[in-house]
């Protein structure tokens, strides 16, 4: 009778694993199919080329705070910060309080100047008082390499998530793939899928999915934020101990030093390289934000300048309230899902905020039925924000291929809109087959992780650009090439030679070793390094046009003849 009993209850526990998994692809494929109606809507609405770059500049401050919070609460927010966080504890919500931080700079810096100087991306900017095909060159380059390292963190986070929502683990097969292979599976299907977002709905299609998808984030936070708080009676302090016990690191779980900074016993000279590395971390997702170009062509989409100040104080209110949820979210996994738990399905942890929802749905909502209808709504939630982010990344790439290189560096101005938008598309088609190809090795990385690398690329080659160009009088062409391409190689140079590539267990090739690079993370080098590269440029060339930046200052502060 005992093994008949056996039989009877794994026979039990299959029907409920393929109930669970059939309710989770359903509401899954139905939030797939929503955001493709939203895009082909917005695709009949798309006829010039401000349509489909900065969506007719039709959006108010809130919608356009929304669609930047969405943009800016991707994967490695939702994914990356609550799974670093359930993983090191106090180390990993230095990402949380970097990524908002950020935004000061953001709206202290650029928000107003830019939308004020450009028209469609950072280039406009750049190339106003300068010589046009060697700066939009130099800005189109720039924006594809750091678009590529962003769309990275989210194609890995989509691999993770999917593999948990159709309970693929290592060992297991899926239609007839192994995990590894169905992983490779869902990094293409994302890929196609954000070609398809862009290519049809332009910027409108994009930032219509990307308020949805705010909402829906913001809204899936706070409702587990609310459960993980209840399963501790509303008691802060029992829900970190119960976290740091169940990480097995104890008090330290709650201490800054265990995954940044950490101080190794008898090697001074690597304390060392700890130390800095946190510091080049925090100095690198301070500014990188600024120098983001799926972030700054947002501020073309409103019609007036108050406009994008005012998106930019919406878009502080939402990331910094998702922010701190963030934090319930990490140590409510490390404490109701444990480390090991996380580890297994997921060894960088990008699956533990799912992982977490699918534990309080089995608590609250009724057993696994429960838990497979909030982990189904949860990743589907996620999978959103990963499809408006690619989405968001894959338009300003294709957008600065388009406007910046095809229309005016091989074309010198006499492209049509037609023709601009039509190499956009298939600028997008291109540059989505690169981010799949390259996403498939960076599985193994922790997705907020990389996030802070395209962070410090965008610091170091952006970032001294944009602000010589607004505030140096001096600043000419070479300045603005030499920034450029001096920061942008640096710091890519430096990242190919640390051990984010090669060299450790967790590198993109562990397998192989070429690092001499000590540190993670190159911005506490290349992001002066880019200032100095535009300073030297600058004074080495007598290019110089007074009357020029007196115009560019006059439009950047009060918006007169913008667009």
């Known amino acids: ?31 797939v199919a929503v955001t493709l109606g939203i895009t082909i809507w917005a695709s009949r609405q798309t006829k010039t080329a401000t349509d489909f770059y900065a969506g007719g500049r039709s959006f108010s401050g809130f919608q356009n705070g929304m669609a930047i919070g969405g943009d800016y609460m991707s994967a490695a927010s939702f994914l990356g910060i609550a799974g670093i966080i359930a993983l090191y504890g106090y180390d990993g919500f230095l990402y949380s309080i970097g990524f ?3 935004w000061l700079v953001a709206l202290l810096l650029v928000a107003e100047l830019l939308r004020n100087s450009g028209r469609y991306t950072m280039a406009d900017v750049l190339a106003f008082r300068m010589r046009q095909r060697p700066v939009r060159t130099a800005a189109a380059v720039s924006t594809i390499t750091v678009s590529i390292f962003y769309l990275l963190a989210q194609m890995v986070g989509a691999g993770a998530l999917v593999a948990l929502l159709l309970g693929i683990r290592p060992g297991t097969t899926f239609l007839g793939m192994d995990a590894d292979t169905a992983k490779v599976a869902t990094i293409i299907m994302v890929g196609a899928l954000m070609i398809i977002y862009v290519t049809v709905g332009g910027m409108k299609g994009t930032t219509y999915v990307q308020i949805v998808k705010a909402f829906l984030l913001m809204g899936g936070a706070l409702l587990m934020t609310i459960l993980v708080l209840a399963k501790f009676n509303f008691n802060l302090s029992a829900l970190l101990g119960q976290a740091a016990e169940a990480s097995g690191k104890g008090s330290a779980f709650l201490e800054p030093g265990l995954r940044y900074g950490v101080e190794v016993a008898g090697n001074s000279t690597q304390t060392f390289y700890n130390k800095v590395d946190l510091l080049s971390l925090g100095i690198a997702l301070v500014l990188g934000t600024a120098g983001l170009p799926h972030i700054l062509i947002r501020f073309y989409t409103v019609p007036t300048a108050k406009a994008a100040r005012k998106s930019v104080l919406w878009a502080i209110g939402i990331i910094g309230t998702f922010y701190l949820l963030t934090l319930a979210l990490g140590f409510g996994a490390a404490a109701l899902v444990g480390s090991q738990a996380i580890t297994a399905q997921d060894k960088a942890g990008n699956t533990a ?31 959103a924000t990963i499809l408006a982010v690619v989405a968001g990344l894959t338009l300003a790439s294709s957008s600065s291929l388009a406007h910046d290189f095809y229309a005016n560096v091989l074309k010198k101005g006499e492209a049509s809109e037609r023709q601009e938008v039509r190499v956009a598309r298939i600028s997008a088609l291109v540059i989505g087959a690169v981010s799949i190809l390259l996403s498939i090795y960076a599985q193994n990385l922790n997705v907020a992780f990389l996030v802070a690398l395209a962070f410090a690329v965008a610091a170091s080659g952006n970032l001294p650009a944009i602000l010589y160009s607004l505030f140096w009088r001096r600043f000419n062409t070479s300045g603005a090439v030499w920034a450029i391409y001096g920061g942008l190689l640096s710091a890519v140079l430096l990242v190919f030679f640390s051990p984010v590539v090669s060299g450790a267990a967790t590198s993109m090739f562990p397998d192989h070793d070429w690092q001499w690079f000590p540190l993670s993370n190159p911005g506490i080098l290349s992001i002066p390094f880019g200032f100095l590269c535009g300073w030297i440029g600058t004074v080495i060339s007598k290019e110089h046009d007074e009357d020029k930046y007196a115009e560019l200052e006059v439009r950047a502060l009060t918006g007169a003849g913008a667009h």
Request: glycine share 10%; no cysteine.
């Open 353 to 383: 905020a799912p992982q977490l929802a699918e534990a309080l749905g089995i608590d609250f909502f009724g057993g696994e039925l429960g838990g497979a209808a909030l982990l189904a709504i949860i990743a589907a939630v996620a999978f």
């Open 100 to 102: 908002l931080v950020a």
């Open 1 to 31: 009778m005992s093994t008949v009993h056996a039989v009877e209850t794994f026979l039990a526990a299959e029907a409920g694993n393929h109930t669970a998994r059939n309710l989770t692809i359903t509401l899954f494929l139905v939030f």
